[in-house]
């Protein structure tokens, strides 16, 4: 019989495979690359603005109306807003100083490499920890989730290997793989609060969007326009559809 941590594992098992093995399904750079990246860059943030952050938000409500004057970092629903900010401006923050210091020496290019895959695994290992403690539980908001943050490791990986290249193919990929696992089996053996929980998708949530957006920007065609819009609009109407 299979049980709910058999599927979890599982799954976060598919997530650790898709950064091991996406290299060699990416490695064309042509323009049908392109627009795939960019249409999975569509249907994880459909993802965070059509499922996340609306369960986000009741679970905030639910808070405050049972907090009874006990503290909480929760003062009113809109609170967690600030949180899915702050995801957004750290991955900024990490964006712009992987991009500055690209043309740096040796030995600090290793130091650029160590501090973005650090920051990552610790990502990915709150993507894993989440697979544990969904918003809403069953097999198919899981099966959402995980299909969501297996494309959205499509994206960042290609970023990775834009900017990284051999080093993150030798060891970067197998850092970020083991973190997902990491983070999945400290979510079985963990638990958290509701308030806590919607901290971490919130600023999941506002990290996601960064993480996509930067590389949706920099190279604007309606190609991968159209494809960013034909992920995200498939990927709402099933969500609005279940």
Do not use: C
Request: charged share 15%.
């Amino acid at each position: 019989m299979t049980t709910p941590a058999t599927i979890g594992f599982a799954f976060a098992l598919v997530l650790a495979v898709v950064h091991v093995a996406v290299g060699r399904i990416t490695a064309d750079g042509g323009p049908r690359r392109r627009e795939a990246l960019s249409f999975a860059g569509g249907t994880t943030v459909a993802y965070v603005f059509v499922l996340i952050l609306p369960e986000v938000n009741e679970a905030v409500l639910r808070v405050v109306e049972s907090q009874n004057g006990g503290w909480t970092f929760f003062e009113q629903d809109t609170d967690v807003y600030v949180v899915v900010l702050v995801g957004f401006l750290v991955f900024y923050g990490i964006h712009t100083f992987v991009t500055s210091t690209r043309t740096e020496p040796a030995e600090k290019s290793d130091f650029v490499f160590w501090t973005h895959v650090s920051s990552f695994a610790v990502y990915n290992a709150l993507i894993g920890y989440l697979l544990f403690h969904q918003e809403e539980s069953g097999l198919l908001s899981l099966l959402f989730y995980t299909v969501a943050m297996g494309l959205h490791f499509v994206v960042t990986d290609a970023g990775f290997r834009r900017n990284h290249g051999a080093v993150y193919h030798r060891l970067g990929r197998w850092i970020l793989a083991g973190s997902v696992l990491f983070g999945a089996i400290v979510g079985y053996a963990t638990a958290v609060n509701e308030a806590v929980l919607a901290l971490l998708f919130a600023f999941l949530s506002g990290s996601i969007v960064f993480n996509v957006i930067k590389e949706e920007l920099p190279d604007v065609e309606w190609e991968r326009f159209a494809s960013f819009l034909a992920g995200a609009a498939l990927y709402t109407g099933i969500l609005l559809a279940i």
